[in-house]
């Protein structure tokens, strides 16, 4: 027993818990239908991890047998197919690292220029896309920073690979996380588990003390001396009844399931009914029947009787389930918030910036409800990285008031047509509310280091044009 009450309970909770079962399209529905037979953090998981699986584009297994359809039938049914929709919401909806943010430390030239270097030396937009992604199709992440040869490195845990013992007088605060994983039978440095079996991994962090175990039992055990549980929680909404917030993608993976069932009795319907048959009446028993370009066909049919080649069509309903098809899509992304402007290739003719920026506001609301959440977020990982830093580089140090962290989002991108755009850009340039070198970086930035650099370039092209040219 440690002095640390929420570290023994979370290395107790540990231990008593199991592997993870399959996931399969039953369980996944048992979830669904009624929670109440699991434990609340099993069903938040099994949902997490189908909501996953559904968005990396592995939704075959999902799929379900029709009514009375037998198992195997299903399974050999051709036309089944699947439409990554749960992918498309949630990308299309991750917005708000799609330009990188400005970010910047102040009061303290220690902390700013390391965490410069931090930055530089990690792909921080790519993280922070991930993150966003991730926290909106799941509901919580969390991001821990970790010190390995010399630098900084931060990884990514899904909400399904987290539990927690909360802080009774404040719910969304941890006391103790434990990141569990499953490492598969086989590989090397499982410590439990025999032959063929799975070996149950976690980790436990508080404020204090971190314990490694192993199948339930503790591998390691020590203080970390970071003086704070070293993980920043990521999520999609502020929760209010407990530390994890609900994801979106549980309701779009069930809703994109939906849609795949539909789509794959279409695509069986297309196989099966969807084009004609020809149909060879009477023809001579004592011939093969070898139908197509340079046969013949012989029929010996007695006076009267019908005889010939005719083509029966099954009349299926293809423009009705087609139709269905569409209804369905157009539901789940109406049910998300997506306008249709944000996916469809297709532009209404005549169709001006106003009425194209006012289909995107449900798209510019939700960026402003994120945009507090993830500058929160952001602060509040800046603290971990130094934190990790000061325990792991001696000479460092810092203090909470010794600096100033600050993150701007730039704008999104004005909506409308090209000519909307460009009279902006005039408007901007004409009342100096951008320089051109602005600009330039903004349309090109993989061709610019930096800034100053665009600056530099933009200068030295007006003094290479104003010169004569050489005779």
Same mark, same amino acid.
């Given at each position: ?8 309970a979370a ?10 079962? =399959?996931?399969?399209?039953? %369980?996944v ?7 109440a ?22 939704q075959?297994r999902?799929l ?8 195997e ?6 036309? !089944?197919?699947?439409?990554n929709?749960?992918r ?9 690292? !799609?330009?990188?943010p ?17 930055w ?14 991730l926290? @909106? ?7 821990? =920073?970790?010190?390995? #040869? ?14 927690v013992?909360?802080?009774?007088s ?8 434990v990141?569990?994983?499953?490492k ?32 339930g039992?503790?591998?390691d055990?020590?203080?970390?001396g ?9 999520r999609d909404r ?21 849609v795949?069932?539909k ?7 297309? !196989? ?10 009477n ?46 899509i157009e ?5 998300? %918030?997506?306008?249709?402007?944000a ?6 003719a ?26 929160? #977020? ?13 325990a792991?580089? =001696? ?8 600096? %100033?962290f600050r ?13 909307d755009?460009?009279?902006?850009d ?5 009342h100096r509310l951008i ?5 330039m ?13 665009? @600056? ?16």
């Amino acid at each position: 027993m440690s002095e640390d009450p929420a570290f023994d309970a979370a290395i107790e909770m540990t231990a008593a818990m199991p592997v993870p079962g =399959p996931l399969d399209a039953a %369980r996944v529905r048992a979830v669904r239908d009624d929670p109440a037979l699991f434990d609340p953090d099993e069903a938040r998981e099994i949902e997490c991890r189908f909501a996953l699986e559904m968005y990396r584009g592995r939704q075959m297994r999902f799929l379900s047998p029709g009514a009375g359809e037998p198992l195997e039938e299903f399974r050999r049914r051709p036309g !089944k197919a699947f439409l990554n929709l749960t992918r498309l919401v949630i990308d299309v909806l991750s917005l708000l690292y !799609k330009a990188p943010p400005e970010r910047t430390a102040t009061g303290s030239r220690t902390v700013a220029s390391r965490l410069v270097r931090v930055w530089s030396e990690n792909s921080m937009d790519l993280l922070f896309l991930a993150v966003d992604r991730l926290t @909106r199709l799941l509901g919580t992440v969390a991001v821990r =920073p970790f010190y390995e #040869g010399g630098r900084v490195r931060y990884w990514l845990y899904p909400s399904h690979r987290l539990r927690v013992i909360e802080d009774d007088s404040a719910p969304w605060k941890p006391r103790a996380v434990v990141i569990s994983w499953t490492k598969p039978a086989g590989r090397s440095g499982a410590a439990g588990g025999g032959r063929g079996q799975a070996a149950r991994r976690a980790h436990v962090w508080t404020a204090q003390r971190f314990a490694d175990l192993t199948d339930g039992v503790v591998t390691d055990n020590r203080a970390h001396g970071y003086g704070r549980v070293p993980l920043t929680v990521f999520r999609d909404r502020w929760s209010y009844e407990g530390f994890f917030s609900e994801g979106r993608g549980a309701a779009v993976a069930h809703q994109n399931c939906a849609v795949n069932e539909k789509l794959s009795d279409l695509g069986y319907t297309v !196989k099966m009914q969807g084009f004609g048959v020809m149909q060879v009446v009477n023809p001579d028993p004592r011939q093969s029947l070898a139908v197509g370009p340079g046969n013949t066909l012989v029929f010996q049919v007695a006076a009267g009787d019908p005889y010939g080649i005719e083509y029966k069509s099954p009349n299926a309903p293809l423009e009705a389930l087609i139709a269905d098809l569409r209804f369905s899509i157009e539901e789940l992304l109406r049910s998300q %918030r997506v306008p249709e402007s944000a996916i469809s290739v297709n532009t209404v003719a005549g169709a001006s910036g106003v009425a194209i920026a006012a289909a995107q506001s449900p798209v510019i609301e939700d960026r402003a409800e994120r945009v507090q959440l993830f500058r929160e #977020g952001e602060t509040d990982l800046v603290d971990a990285t130094l934190r990790v830093i000061r325990a792991h580089e =001696p000479g460092f140090e810092f203090h909470d008031d010794s600096y %100033r962290f600050r993150v701007n989002f730039p704008e999104p991108e004005a909506s409308g047509s090209a000519r909307d755009r460009i009279e902006r850009d005039e408007f901007l340039l004409r009342h100096r509310l951008i320089a051109p070198w602005e600009l330039m970086f903004r349309d090109n930035p993989d061709g610019f280091r930096d800034l100053p650099e665009a @600056r530099l370039l933009y200068f030295r092209r007006l003094r290479d044009l104003a010169e004569p040219p050489v005779a």
